[in-house]
């Protein structure tokens, strides 16, 4: 670790692997090889369509694509968790989806990643005019520091003569969409609400805005938003929005109080926004635009949740009932300690929204940090409902459960709320339970094994596999119904007999379900409504009698395995500070490491939390494989090396979690992984 990007330019040079793959989107057919991209400046971003952190890191490249479109190419190699990932037409549809404007490489056999050693997504490389690696980043944040990078490269090549200006090799594909594009979630708008009954309201995630449609699901009533990417309030036609998401109908008399009637989860915003149906005007509610996890004065002042986790202090008491209350008070104390003001409030892909009578308030899943917020539209007040930022799948006490990627929300008539949890691939409850007479938040797993578990079996919840579900509804039974979306399906989980079944099947990536019962009063049945979004419209299924049993296998992410040795294992993380910025040692130590591994018997010493990007850990001869999960942060801010940090600097927060596959052989006894390092 080093403050100076300078400082650690190494003597000798690599020059970069071809860029292999299956095939490449955006270059209107051309197969591009690195040789032709000679002369420019190149960014490889390795990406998985699933991973909200890639998401971020699409958004944080976009400006410095723009301001130097004639020097930079930046390529996407897309290289897969998920199987259905792994399908050409769904990936064509995510970079549509995602407006990427850059050559996508297509990598289902992960070739070009394991050549760069590309370790976790997303993963940055830099290669110069000249085709030799500069810099190899893991995680959001680096925008800033990449902007710096550049200015040097293009100093140095120009002054070379190896720098070449001019148009990149970026051809746009045609889009597929119609009066919807990606739609993404649905509500139904009782009568007196909207423009006329039985209608619902879904956001046009592709197209920034809400439309309201009619009962045939396809005429187009009002819609809510000039249709225009960005953020602005204001009358219906000249608001603006960026990929809104989940929605939320409030109750009649918090509507008159709050002065609006539905939430909506902004996404790439990172806020909450408020439309009044009867008048259009659009206002934001909650967040102030900041993507939480680069809010390094949000980190900083959240001690409780960065020491929660297993190895941590978090971890060595009990869940639930004998949870120690010092413990849980200290962590909850800490959860309060949000801007009072909720437009100050730092958020981060708030992908769903729902009303909870239970708590009289609005649930947030709060994809981008692993976490469920919650929001008083009456008071304002914006709060940590359950999760500690970690990403995985562990339950118990809400102060210590992690979650991953939370993009789907439902409610049961007993309170509980349902969370479908996308990257673990399962289905959460959030229940609350009296423990000596005080409310407790507890988090259980229905369905779902962990970050890489996923498949498509039905059965015993204990055995049956989902993969990446968005969507979540309870049905009139009380059982729950999952919008299963890469496995292109609706799921049914039964929570009195502990199975699972499937309603439906051959979808096109189901973002969310609903329980239409506009029917019934009419002597009908109900349906199921749901978003198919890869074919940009909604569709009416019958909820079948008898559902299927499908067992199509589980299945585990397969990535490389490091063979190291059993006994001492020397971490480190390289970090540098980009020119410009220097570590933010006014509170000591602004690194930290947080580790631990699955099966938990494969680290003998060396996990939890604590300051440092160095760590020796002991790993178990008794265990043949496992995963290592780690996760290194850095606080850096403007300022230079060996000065002061000014006044109201600006300040940045880089993260990174790593899930590193590991062997017991006979191999390495170091581990070395860049979270910002340069060649």
């Known amino acids: 670790m080093t403050e100076a990007a300078e400082t650690i330019r190494t003597s000798y040079r690599v020059r970069g692997s071809d860029l292999v793959g299956r095939n490449w989107l955006n270059t209107g057919g051309k197969q591009l090889g690195l040789e032709d991209l000679r002369g420019k400046i190149v960014l490889l971003d390795f990406w998985t369509f699933c991973c909200i952190n890639c998401l971020h890191v699409l958004d944080e490249l976009r400006p410095l694509e ?125 009568d007196g609400v909207g423009s006329q009954g039985g209608s619902f309201l879904v956001t046009d995630t592709g197209h920034h805005r809400l439309v309201e449609l009619a009962a045939d699901l396809s005429t187009v009533l009002a819609t809510y938003g000039s249709g225009d990417k960005g953020w602005q309030d204001g009358p219906s036609g000249e608001a603006k929005f960026n990929e809104p998401q989940g929605l939320a109908l409030l109750p009649e008399e918090i509507r008159a109080q709050a002065g609006y009637d539905v939430v909506i989860a902004d996404s790439v915003n990172h806020r909450l926004r408020g439309l009044s149906l009867a008048t259009g005007q659009v206002t934001t509610v909650a967040g102030n635009g900041v993507q939480r996890l680069l809010d390094a004065d949000t980190q900083r002042t959240a001690p409780g949740m960065a020491q929660a986790g297993p190895g941590s202090v978090a971890d060595e008491a009990p869940s639930g009932e004998a949870l120690e209350e010092e413990l849980a008070e200290a962590i909850a104390s800490n959860w309060t300690q949000l801007a009072a003001d909720p437009l100050a409030v730092s958020l981060s892909s708030p992908w769903d929204v729902y009303w909870s009578v239970q708590l009289n308030a609005v649930v947030v899943a709060m994809a981008g940090v692993h976490q469920i917020f919650t929001f008083d539209p009456v008071s304002g007040k914006v709060a940590i409902l359950a999760g ?218 060396g996990g939890g939390t604590s300051v440092g990007l160095q760590r020796e850990l002991v790993l178990s001869g008794d265990v043949s494989e496992g995963v290592l999960h780690i996760t290194a942060r850095a606080a850096a801010c403007d300022g230079e090396p060996g000065g002061e940090i000014p006044d109201h600097a600006a300040c940045h927060l880089y993260q990174q979690d790593w899930g590193i596959p590991v062997v017991i052989g006979s191999g390495t006894g170091e581990l070395t992984l860049d979270l910002r390092g340069l060649d």
């Not at 990427?100 to 070009?112: A, G, M, R, S, Y």
């Not at 995985?392 to 949890?421: E, H, M, Y």
């Not at 959030?430 to 039905?458: C, K, M, N, P, Y």
């Open 66 to 190: 723009a301001k130097y479109k004639d020097v930079l190419v930046t390529v996407g190699v897309h290289s897969p968790k998920f199987e259905h990932e792994a399908d050409p037409v769904a990936l064509a549809a995510a970079v549509e989806r995602y407006e990427i404007q850059h050559p996508v490489l297509d990598d289902p056999e992960l070739d070009t990643w394991q050549a760069y050693a590309a370790r976790a997504w997303p993963t940055l490389v830099v290669i110069d005019p000249e085709g030799y690696i500069v810099a190899h980043l893991s995680g959001e944040g680096h925008a800033g520091g990449l902007e710096s990078l550049m200015e040097e490269l293009v100093a140095e090549h120009e002054a070379k003569g190896t720098l070449h200006r001019g148009d990149g090799p970026y051809v746009p594909a045609e889009t597929t969409a119609g009066d919807l594009r990606f739609p993404g979630k649905v509500i139904p708008l009782p």
């Open 388 to 605: 500690t930022g970690l990403e995985g799948l562990q339950d118990g006490d809400a102060t210590v459960a992690w979650f991953a990627q939370s993009s789907g929300l439902a409610g049961d008539a007993a309170g509980n709320i349902w969370v479908a949890d996308s990257e673990t691939s399962s289905l959460r409850k959030i229940s609350f339970v009296d423990v000596h007479g005080e409310s407790r938040v507890q988090v259980s797993t229905a369905i779902g094994a962990g970050l890489f578990d996923f498949g498509f079996r039905d059965g015993a919840a204990t055995e049956a596999r989902l993969q990446h579900p968005l969507g979540v509804a309870v049905l009139p039974d009380g059982s729950v119904a999952v919008a299963d979306t890469y496995n292109g399906a609706v799921r049914r989980y039964d929570p009195v007999t502990e199975t699972v079944s499937t309603l439906a099947r051959g979808l096109a990536e189901p973002s969310d379900v609903l329980l239409d019962t506009s029917a019934v009063a009419d002597g009908g049945e109900p349906l199921l409504l749901v978003v198919e979004a890869n074919k940009h419209q909604l569709i009416r299924l019958p909820i079948p009698k008898e559902a299927l049993t499908v067992d199509e296998g589980a299945s585990q992410t397969q990535r490389p395995k490091t063979e190291v040795s059993a006994g001492p294992l020397a971490l480190t993380v390289r970090f540098a500070a980009p020119k410009g910025q220097k570590l933010d040692d006014r509170w000591g130590d602004p690194t930290q490491l947080k580790i631990s591994s699955s099966p938990e018997n494969l680290l003998v010493h």
